[in-house]
């Protein structure tokens, strides 16, 4: 019962560690702000001109292959992807905080973007970003009484809604790529790490093809 109870204590000690930063958890898509900054959460040994070093092999996660000549099973490339898809979350509701923006969601954020320069239908922009139909009339919903997004009926056909982005939208969208701009320096440092960062790109969209055709055909 000791041991138990000096375990407790330790439990809660760490736990007022972490909630000394960032007193909320963080949710995938939540509305919260937390009133944490970047550098809050830049780790030990980044420097204020973006220098990283190299991550910690015990940060990655136990499924990270040990050499390079590790087989990688895909997965644990699925699971790296969600990793990565879920910090560049928080990542980016910290910057949205920090910018005093607090109407809109990182996903939403996403959803600008995929948006873009275009002018498109709702059936154009769920097929575009592989989104679900509920989840991207909720967030369209909340983007257009945000005014981030204009919708106006299509010339060709008064029932189609024709969606683009409004002056806040591409504001928004300006600002988010310069934040970006840092992140893109902390992976492509030299040219070296450009030329990986191209491979991992075409990977993605390599895997992106495959399960698209997968879902269509089957994976036979």
Known sequence: MGRLVRNLNQIRTKGDVMTHKIDRPMTEDGGEDFGVRWSDLMPSGVSDSGSMPDPDPSETGPSAPATATDAVTHLELVRVIERVHRRYFDLLRVELTRLGVDDISPSQVMLLFTIGEDELSVRDLLERGHYLGSNASYNLKQLLEANYIVRAASARDRR??????????????????????????????DAEETRELGIAFAMLRRLEFVWTNALRYGNG
């Open 160 to 189: 189609s809604a024709r969606i683009r982005l409004d002056a806040k939208g591409r504001n928004l969208c300006n600002l988010i790529r310069s934040v970006d701009e840092t992140y893109h320096r902390l992976v492509a440092r």
